[in-house]
């Protein structure tokens, strides 16, 4: 075996010890497929809202901008698929803020990740990203054989479905890399046919400003009145298109105490929710992803399905 096998084989067995559930690798390289789609879908404005969609468009498709002499990026995906949901009664949260923010507890563990690869290797660095940079988390998911994209645009693992995170760990050292995985979506298309706002489109595209997530999360403004009745209670995202798939019947519960929602979370009526103060909301959602939608925002949106 010689060094570079050596060095991934430890990263990934490092990885599964951290507790993520899969592990993959790729060749830091300009990302060539994703440019002429990132350009239109942003042509097409498929972002809404989110303009900072549009900044650092050059750096979204090459992570040596982002990394000096980056050669490496492994891919890696950590489970949040919960053991108890909701009550049936209560507006719906999507199941990966149920928990403690996972920005947080995914970059504390790539951290982890980080100082181990030095303590082994040497002099190693890199970045470590969580959702938070201009990295197309998803494009280099499938580039490392984590998945393949569905047509809802999200990763797919046979064995596990789509409710995992992923994050990325750049480096300036150079390893074994994976191919990309087939796909096994073939000709089903409920994730297509279930989505009430109709945000999903041919060609695994999503069009972010019709997306029940983007209105609950990302819009700072009123939520149109053309979409009343189709957000199905849902009032901080949404995982309607991952419910429906047939590859999630095989999502496992996790393992994350920090995932674990507060019992509140689980046991609130609508009447709660719609009843919440603001120090309930602090709370319930104390370090969670929710607060990114702020009390008011929570509260627009509990108006919105109410009416």
């Given at each position: 075996?010689?060094?570079k096998e050596?060095y991934t084989?430890?990263?990934?067995?490092?990885?599964?010890r951290?507790g993520?559930?899969?592990?993959?690798?790729?060749?830091?390289t300009?990302?060539?497929?994703?440019?002429?789609?990132?350009?239109?879908?942003?042509?097409?404005?498929?972002?809404?809202?989110?303009k900072?969609?549009?900044n650092?468009?050059?750096?979204r498709?090459d992570?040596?901008?982002?990394?000096?002499d980056?050669k490496?990026?492994i891919?890696?995906?950590y489970n949040?698929?919960?053991?108890?949901?909701q009550?049936e009664?209560s507006?719906?949260?999507?199941?990966y803020?149920?928990?403690?923010d996972?920005?947080?507890?995914?970059?504390a563990?790539l951290?982890?990740?980080?100082?181990?690869?030095q303590?082994?290797v040497?002099d190693?660095?890199g970045?470590?990203?969580?959702?938070?940079?201009?990295v197309?988390?998803?494009?280099w998911?499938k580039?490392?054989?984590?998945?393949?994209?569905?047509?809802?645009?999200?990763?797919?693992?046979?064995?596990?479905?789509?409710?995992?995170f992923?994050?990325?760990?750049?480096?300036?050292?150079e390893?074994?890399y994976?191919?990309?995985?087939?796909?096994?979506?073939g000709?089903?298309?409920?994730c297509i046919?279930?989505?009430?706002?109709?945000?999903i489109l041919?060609?695994n595209t999503?069009d972010?400003s019709?997306?029940?997530?983007y209105?609950?999360?990302e819009?700072?403004?009123?939520i149109?009145n053309?979409?009343k009745?189709q957000?199905?209670d849902?009032m901080?995202?949404?995982?309607?298109?991952?419910?429906?798939?047939p590859w999630?019947?095989?999502?496992?519960?996790?393992?994350?105490p920090?995932?674990?929602?507060k019992?509140?979370?689980?046991?609130?009526t609508?009447?709660?929710?719609?009843?919440?103060?603001?120090?309930?909301f602090?709370?319930?959602f104390q370090?969670?992803?929710?607060?990114?939608?702020?009390?008011?925002?929570?509260q627009?949106?509990?108006?919105f399905l109410?009416?």
């Open positions: 075996m010689n060094l050596k084989q430890m990263i990934k067995t490092e990885a599964l951290l993520f559930l899969s592990c993959g690798i790729s060749k830091a300009f990302l060539e497929e994703e440019a002429p789609k990132l350009e239109s879908w942003l042509k097409n404005d498929f972002h809404g809202e989110m900072y969609m549009e650092h468009f050059d750096k498709l992570p040596r901008l982002l990394v000096e980056a490496s990026v891919s890696l995906s949040y698929y919960p053991e108890q949901l009550r009664d507006y719906k949260i999507a199941k803020a149920y928990g403690q996972y920005h947080h507890v995914i970059k563990k951290k982890e990740l980080s100082v181990f690869v303590e082994q040497g190693v660095q970045r470590a990203f969580v959702d938070s940079a201009p197309m988390e998803r494009a998911a580039k490392s054989g984590l998945g393949w994209e569905g047509k809802h645009s999200l990763i797919l693992q046979k064995k596990q479905g789509s409710f995992f992923l994050s990325e760990l750049v480096i300036d050292l390893l074994d994976d191919t990309p995985m087939t796909d096994h979506c000709t089903c298309t409920k046919d279930a989505c009430p706002t109709e945000a041919p060609n999503v972010g019709k997306c029940i997530s209105f609950t999360i819009l700072k403004e009123n149109a053309e979409f009745g957000f199905d849902w901080f995202g949404c995982d309607i298109c991952q419910d429906v798939c999630n019947r095989f999502s496992k519960p996790h393992n994350e920090l995932f674990t929602p019992s509140e979370l689980l046991n609130m609508k009447k709660d929710w719609e009843d919440i103060t603001e120090d309930v602090g709370k319930v370090k969670s992803a929710v607060k990114r939608t702020k009390f008011a925002g929570l627009r949106n509990i108006s109410k009416k």
